[in-house]
Protein backbone atom coordinates (compact mmCIF):
# COMPACT_ATOMS: atom_id res chain seq x y z
CA UNK A 1 0.00 0.00 0.00
CA UNK A 2 1.03 3.46 -1.00
CA UNK A 3 -0.25 6.11 1.57
CA UNK A 4 0.18 9.78 0.31
CA UNK A 5 -0.55 12.48 2.85
CA UNK A 6 -1.18 15.77 1.42
CA UNK A 7 -0.73 18.80 3.88
CA UNK A 8 -0.03 22.72 3.61
CA UNK A 9 -0.80 25.66 3.79
CA UNK A 10 -4.44 27.10 3.00
CA UNK A 11 -4.54 28.74 -1.05
CA UNK A 12 -1.20 26.54 -1.78
CA UNK A 13 -2.99 24.30 -4.02
CA UNK A 14 -3.49 20.97 -1.46
CA UNK A 15 -7.12 20.34 -3.54
CA UNK A 16 -5.31 20.45 -6.61
CA UNK A 17 -2.45 17.94 -5.37
CA UNK A 18 -5.49 15.65 -4.14
CA UNK A 19 -7.41 15.84 -7.17
CA UNK A 20 -4.16 15.40 -9.68
CA UNK A 21 -3.45 11.75 -7.66
CA UNK A 22 -7.22 10.74 -7.55
CA UNK A 23 -7.65 10.87 -11.53
CA UNK A 24 -4.26 9.07 -11.44
CA UNK A 25 -5.76 6.15 -10.03
CA UNK A 26 -5.50 7.32 -5.89
CA UNK A 27 -8.50 6.70 -3.56
CA UNK A 28 -8.54 10.35 -2.51
CA UNK A 29 -9.80 11.72 0.95
CA UNK A 30 -9.77 15.33 1.84
CA UNK A 31 -9.54 16.97 5.36
CA UNK A 32 -9.43 13.92 7.22
CA UNK A 33 -8.73 14.08 10.79
CA UNK A 34 -5.47 12.90 11.65
CA UNK A 35 -6.97 10.99 14.55
CA UNK A 36 -8.80 8.75 11.94
CA UNK A 37 -5.21 7.83 9.78
CA UNK A 38 -4.91 4.29 11.59
CA UNK A 39 -8.53 3.42 11.45
CA UNK A 40 -8.37 4.32 7.54
CA UNK A 41 -5.42 2.01 6.92
CA UNK A 42 -7.16 -0.88 8.96
CA UNK A 43 -10.12 -0.14 6.73
CA UNK A 44 -8.25 -0.33 3.56
CA UNK A 45 -5.84 -3.00 4.51
CA UNK A 46 -9.13 -5.25 4.49
CA UNK A 47 -10.40 -4.16 0.73
CA UNK A 48 -7.89 -5.12 -1.71
CA UNK A 49 -9.72 -3.11 -4.42
CA UNK A 50 -8.63 0.15 -3.05
CA UNK A 51 -5.56 -1.18 -0.50
CA UNK A 52 -2.62 0.08 -3.49
CA UNK A 53 -3.04 3.67 -3.87
CA UNK A 54 -3.83 6.13 -1.06
CA UNK A 55 -3.93 9.55 -0.92
CA UNK A 56 -5.60 12.09 2.25
CA UNK A 57 -5.70 15.66 2.71
CA UNK A 58 -4.54 16.66 6.03
CA UNK A 59 -4.71 20.85 6.87
CA UNK A 60 -4.91 22.98 9.98
CA UNK A 61 -8.83 22.80 10.66
CA UNK A 62 -7.83 19.44 12.63
CA UNK A 63 -8.34 20.41 16.07
CA UNK A 64 -4.46 21.80 17.91
CA UNK A 65 -4.03 18.21 19.99
CA UNK A 66 -4.58 15.89 16.62
CA UNK A 67 -1.95 18.22 14.59
CA UNK A 68 0.91 17.85 18.09
CA UNK A 69 0.07 13.81 17.72
CA UNK A 70 0.89 13.81 14.18
CA UNK A 71 4.73 12.87 14.68
CA UNK A 72 4.03 9.98 16.54
CA UNK A 73 0.81 9.26 14.47
CA UNK A 74 3.40 9.34 11.30
CA UNK A 75 5.62 6.92 13.19
CA UNK A 76 3.14 4.45 13.86
CA UNK A 77 1.79 4.04 10.20
CA UNK A 78 5.30 3.76 9.03
CA UNK A 79 5.91 1.06 12.10
CA UNK A 80 3.26 -0.75 10.15
CA UNK A 81 5.43 -1.04 6.72
CA UNK A 82 3.38 1.28 4.84
CA UNK A 83 5.17 3.13 2.09
CA UNK A 84 3.57 6.60 3.55
CA UNK A 85 5.00 9.90 1.68
CA UNK A 86 4.38 13.16 3.24
CA UNK A 87 3.81 16.41 0.96
CA UNK A 88 3.93 20.02 2.39
CA UNK A 89 2.90 22.66 0.01
CA UNK A 90 3.65 26.33 0.64
CA UNK A 91 3.73 29.88 -0.75
CA UNK A 92 4.73 32.79 0.27
CA UNK A 93 2.49 35.32 2.50
CA UNK A 94 1.95 37.90 -0.17
CA UNK A 95 0.93 35.37 -3.37
CA UNK A 96 -1.51 33.76 -0.57
CA UNK A 97 -2.66 37.38 0.25
CA UNK A 98 -3.00 37.97 -3.41
CA UNK A 99 -4.80 34.39 -3.83
CA UNK A 100 -7.48 35.10 -1.57
CA UNK A 101 -8.45 38.53 -2.88
CA UNK A 102 -8.48 37.17 -6.01
CA UNK A 103 -11.23 34.59 -4.98
CA UNK A 104 -12.70 36.19 -2.58
CA UNK A 105 -12.47 33.15 -0.51
CA UNK A 106 -12.64 33.15 3.51
CA UNK A 107 -9.82 31.21 4.86
CA UNK A 108 -10.27 28.28 7.62
CA UNK A 109 -8.85 30.22 10.33
CA UNK A 110 -10.93 33.22 10.07
CA UNK A 111 -14.22 31.82 10.36
CA UNK A 112 -15.17 31.54 14.00
CA UNK A 113 -12.15 33.89 15.01
CA UNK A 114 -10.86 37.59 15.17
CA UNK A 115 -8.32 37.32 12.92
CA UNK A 116 -7.44 39.24 10.03
CA UNK A 117 -6.24 37.20 6.82
CA UNK A 118 -2.72 38.24 6.88
CA UNK A 119 -2.89 36.95 10.88
CA UNK A 120 -5.04 33.46 9.85
CA UNK A 121 -1.83 32.70 7.33
CA UNK A 122 0.63 33.04 9.72
CA UNK A 123 -1.14 31.41 12.65
CA UNK A 124 -1.21 28.53 10.38
CA UNK A 125 1.85 28.38 9.47
CA UNK A 126 2.75 27.83 13.33
CA UNK A 127 0.08 25.33 13.44
CA UNK A 128 1.53 23.01 10.67
CA UNK A 129 5.27 23.55 11.43
CA UNK A 130 5.39 19.70 13.04
CA UNK A 131 4.25 18.50 9.75
CA UNK A 132 6.27 20.64 7.76
CA UNK A 133 9.40 19.29 10.00
CA UNK A 134 8.35 15.55 8.65
CA UNK A 135 7.78 16.44 4.79
CA UNK A 136 9.36 14.02 2.35
CA UNK A 137 8.62 16.83 -0.18
CA UNK A 138 7.90 20.75 0.27
CA UNK A 139 6.65 22.08 -2.62
CA UNK A 140 6.53 26.37 -3.13
CA UNK A 141 3.70 26.79 -5.34
CA UNK A 142 4.16 30.74 -5.46
CA UNK A 143 5.28 31.01 -9.44
CA UNK A 144 3.19 27.52 -10.28
CA UNK A 145 -0.06 26.95 -11.85
CA UNK A 146 -2.47 24.96 -12.12
CA UNK A 147 -1.12 22.54 -14.71
CA UNK A 148 2.80 23.12 -13.51
CA UNK A 149 1.41 21.62 -9.90
CA UNK A 150 -0.41 18.76 -11.41
CA UNK A 151 2.96 17.73 -13.50
CA UNK A 152 5.00 18.39 -10.38
CA UNK A 153 2.77 16.01 -8.12
CA UNK A 154 2.82 13.22 -11.14
CA UNK A 155 6.13 13.30 -11.53
CA UNK A 156 7.58 13.71 -8.32
CA UNK A 157 4.75 12.03 -6.17
CA UNK A 158 2.74 9.65 -8.02
CA UNK A 159 5.35 8.05 -10.06
CA UNK A 160 8.10 7.62 -6.82
CA UNK A 161 9.83 4.62 -5.92
CA UNK A 162 9.89 4.45 -2.10
CA UNK A 163 13.29 2.77 -2.27
CA UNK A 164 15.46 5.23 -4.37
CA UNK A 165 16.51 8.54 -3.56
CA UNK A 166 14.73 11.47 -5.43
CA UNK A 167 17.59 14.30 -6.01
CA UNK A 168 16.34 17.49 -7.42
CA UNK A 169 19.13 20.56 -8.49
CA UNK A 170 17.52 23.66 -8.84
CA UNK A 171 18.64 26.76 -10.25
CA UNK A 172 17.45 30.16 -8.82
CA UNK A 173 17.85 34.24 -9.07
CA UNK A 174 19.11 35.34 -5.29
CA UNK A 175 17.08 38.69 -6.41
CA UNK A 176 13.57 36.45 -6.70
CA UNK A 177 14.54 35.00 -3.13
CA UNK A 178 15.57 31.30 -2.07
CA UNK A 179 13.05 28.97 -2.86
CA UNK A 180 10.98 27.45 -0.13
CA UNK A 181 11.24 23.76 -0.83
CA UNK A 182 15.00 23.76 -0.91
CA UNK A 183 16.89 21.49 1.33
CA UNK A 184 20.81 22.74 0.96
CA UNK A 185 21.51 25.81 -0.74
CA UNK A 186 24.74 26.81 -2.32
CA UNK A 187 25.65 30.66 -3.17
CA UNK A 188 27.78 30.63 -6.67
CA UNK A 189 27.74 34.55 -7.07
CA UNK A 190 31.11 34.99 -6.19
CA UNK A 191 31.30 33.16 -9.65
CA UNK A 192 32.59 34.82 -12.90
CA UNK A 193 29.06 36.57 -14.07
CA UNK A 194 28.84 36.02 -17.87
CA UNK A 195 25.73 38.58 -17.78
CA UNK A 196 28.69 41.62 -17.96
CA UNK A 197 29.06 40.07 -21.55
CA UNK A 198 26.68 41.41 -24.05
CA UNK A 199 27.41 38.44 -26.63
CA UNK A 200 26.88 35.92 -23.87
CA UNK A 201 24.06 37.62 -21.81
CA UNK A 202 21.38 36.24 -23.96
CA UNK A 203 22.20 32.58 -23.36
CA UNK A 204 21.65 30.34 -20.54
CA UNK A 205 24.02 27.72 -18.42
CA UNK A 206 22.86 25.39 -20.55
CA UNK A 207 24.64 26.25 -23.83
CA UNK A 208 27.83 25.77 -24.99
CA UNK A 209 29.31 29.04 -25.08
CA UNK A 210 28.37 29.48 -21.32
CA UNK A 211 30.12 26.36 -20.45
CA UNK A 212 33.57 26.80 -22.36
CA UNK A 213 32.77 30.53 -20.76
CA UNK A 214 32.72 29.06 -17.17
CA UNK A 215 34.94 26.34 -17.40
CA UNK A 216 37.99 28.60 -18.64
CA UNK A 217 37.80 29.74 -14.80
CA UNK A 218 39.00 27.28 -11.95
CA UNK A 219 37.15 28.44 -9.34
CA UNK A 220 33.88 27.77 -11.46
CA UNK A 221 35.38 24.22 -11.83
CA UNK A 222 36.75 23.86 -8.03
CA UNK A 223 33.16 24.84 -6.82
CA UNK A 224 31.32 22.43 -9.15
CA UNK A 225 33.78 19.71 -7.55
CA UNK A 226 33.47 21.03 -3.52
CA UNK A 227 29.68 20.89 -3.82
CA UNK A 228 30.00 17.11 -5.87
CA UNK A 229 32.15 15.83 -3.19
CA UNK A 230 30.35 17.31 -0.81
CA UNK A 231 26.99 15.80 -1.64
CA UNK A 232 29.41 12.45 -2.10
CA UNK A 233 30.06 12.65 1.29
CA UNK A 234 26.60 13.35 2.89
CA UNK A 235 23.67 11.66 0.30
CA UNK A 236 24.82 8.58 1.80
CA UNK A 237 23.53 9.56 5.46
CA UNK A 238 20.14 11.21 3.94
CA UNK A 239 19.47 7.83 2.27
CA UNK A 240 20.13 6.22 5.73
CA UNK A 241 17.81 8.26 7.31
CA UNK A 242 14.90 7.26 4.97
CA UNK A 243 14.49 10.96 3.18
CA UNK A 244 12.91 9.94 0.33
CA UNK A 245 13.94 13.43 -1.79
CA UNK A 246 16.09 15.89 -1.52
CA UNK A 247 16.52 19.53 -3.13
CA UNK A 248 19.95 21.02 -3.92
CA UNK A 249 19.25 24.41 -4.48
CA UNK A 250 22.06 26.52 -6.38
CA UNK A 251 21.22 30.48 -6.83
CA UNK A 252 23.11 33.56 -8.72
CA UNK A 253 22.25 36.82 -8.90
CA UNK A 254 19.50 36.23 -11.97
CA UNK A 255 19.61 32.17 -11.83
CA UNK A 256 20.65 32.36 -15.63
CA UNK A 257 23.76 31.28 -15.97
CA UNK A 258 26.07 30.23 -13.10
CA UNK A 259 23.49 28.26 -11.18
CA UNK A 260 21.71 26.64 -14.37
CA UNK A 261 25.28 25.43 -15.61
CA UNK A 262 26.49 23.99 -12.03
CA UNK A 263 23.10 22.22 -11.58
CA UNK A 264 22.94 21.12 -15.04
CA UNK A 265 26.80 19.42 -14.41
CA UNK A 266 25.80 18.13 -10.50
CA UNK A 267 22.78 16.24 -12.15
CA UNK A 268 24.45 14.81 -15.07
CA UNK A 269 26.80 13.74 -12.75
CA UNK A 270 24.49 11.86 -9.92
CA UNK A 271 22.09 10.76 -12.46
CA UNK A 272 23.51 7.04 -12.49
CA UNK A 273 23.39 6.84 -9.05
CA UNK A 274 20.21 8.63 -8.41
CA UNK A 275 16.60 9.44 -10.12
CA UNK A 276 17.37 13.06 -10.60
CA UNK A 277 15.30 15.83 -11.41
CA UNK A 278 16.58 19.44 -12.94
CA UNK A 279 14.52 22.36 -12.07
CA UNK A 280 15.56 26.06 -13.39
CA UNK A 281 13.03 27.99 -11.48
CA UNK A 282 13.75 30.89 -13.25
CA UNK A 283 13.83 29.66 -16.94
CA UNK A 284 10.70 27.73 -15.95
CA UNK A 285 12.29 24.36 -16.76
CA UNK A 286 11.83 21.09 -14.78
CA UNK A 287 12.53 17.97 -16.29
CA UNK A 288 14.08 14.51 -15.55
CA UNK A 289 17.63 13.51 -16.21
CA UNK A 290 19.28 10.41 -17.23
CA UNK A 291 23.06 8.65 -17.26
CA UNK A 292 23.74 10.51 -20.84
CA UNK A 293 27.17 12.42 -21.00
CA UNK A 294 26.19 16.23 -20.99
CA UNK A 295 28.84 18.18 -22.33
CA UNK A 296 30.37 20.14 -18.88
CA UNK A 297 30.28 16.62 -17.35
CA UNK A 298 34.15 14.89 -16.83
Not at 32 to 50: G, K, V
Not at 76 to 103: F, P
Not at 217 to 226: E, R
Request: proline residues 4%.
Amino acid sequence: MQLVIISGRSGSGKSIALQALEDLGFYAIDNLPAMLLDDLIDELQQDEARRSNIAVSIDARNLPTALKRFPSLLEEIRMRSIDCHVVYLTAENKILLERYSATRRRHPLTRDSQMTLAEAIESEEHALARIRDLADLVIDTSQLSVHDLRGRIAKQVAHHSSDQLTLTFESFGFKRGVPLDADTVFDARCLPNPYWDPQLRPYDGRDGEIVAFLESYSDVVAMADDIRGWLERWLPAYVASNRSYLTVAIGCTGGQHRSVYLCERLAHHFAGEFRVRLRHRELGVLTAVGSDEWPGVN
